[in-house]
């Protein structure tokens, strides 16, 4: 059975700052991973994906995620975050077309 | 480029009654369709999934049931609910590949 673990539940940060949010999974076979964001009320907005190569994959809106296999890890990452980028984050794993395995989310708040 | 509409945006709706929900995609052609359900607090979980016209396969037993009548259309449906399918239903479609997800704005039920 495939796991997806979203570690943090909440992130609290202040406009500016950095933030990292992790994400692991357990899966030994191929796989494809990637990042949604859902504002509240909403639907969920792809934000980027990897499959293979550059293990470091850049999305919209300044976000990017770092691939590690050793670790079984895709933490989502941004180097100085907005407001507006308060969310929820989900980190989702495929291994086929059946199915789309999320983690419960992290949700991130953004002190103006 | 690609849309993804949901009906209806939300639904009151008392125990025992029956429920339709509808989801259509344009200008994808043979997408991989999918509903989800999120439930307070903000888990997915995965209901059914299509790859084609007339072939819908479940994912978890909710006493809810599925159709895609056409190739750009999933449906979502039960004659008789309950309040534990209150929640915000997602109807979401990704390319052949699989590689990513794309979600509606969602439909959100209240069973009373």
């Known amino acids: 059975t495939q796991t997806v673990s979203q570690s943090d539940a909440h992130v609290t940060v202040f406009e500016g700052d950095s933030v990292e949010l992790r994400c692991n999974y357990s899966?030994?076979?191929?796989?494809?991973l990637s990042w949604y964001i859902q504002h509240h009320g909403h639907g969920l907005q792809f934000l980027l994906k990897y499959y293979s190569g550059n293990p470091v994959v850049q999305g919209v809106n300044g976000f990017e995620a770092e691939f590690s296999k050793s670790d079984s890890s895709f933490h989502l990452r941004k180097a100085s975050v907005h407001w507006s980028d308060s969310a929820v984050y989900f980190c989702a794993v495929s291994t086929g077309y059946q199915n789309f395995y999320f983690g419960k989310g992290t949700s991130l708040t953004v002190i103006p | 480029a690609q849309t993804i509409h949901q009906w209806p945006v939300a639904e009151i709706k008392a125990v025992g009654s029956p429920l339709s929900l509808g989801c259509t995609i344009k200008g994808k052609s043979s997408p991989n369709l999918y509903w989800y359900w999120q439930a307070t607090g903000g888990t997915l979980q995965q209901l059914f999934y299509?790859?084609?016209?007339?072939?819908v396969e479940s994912v978890v037993q909710l006493n809810l049931s599925a159709s895609r009548p056409k190739d750009d259309q999933f449906i979502l449906s039960t004659e008789k609910l309950l309040l534990s399918h209150s929640g915000f239903y997602l109807c979401?479609?990704?390319?052949?590949?699989?590689?990513?997800?794309?979600f509606g704005k969602g439909t959100r039920l209240t069973v009373v």
């Open positions: 299509s790859i084609t016209v007339g072939q």
């Open positions: 979401a479609w990704s390319p052949q590949g699989y590689t990513e997800v794309f």
């Open positions: 899966y030994g076979g191929s796989i494809y």
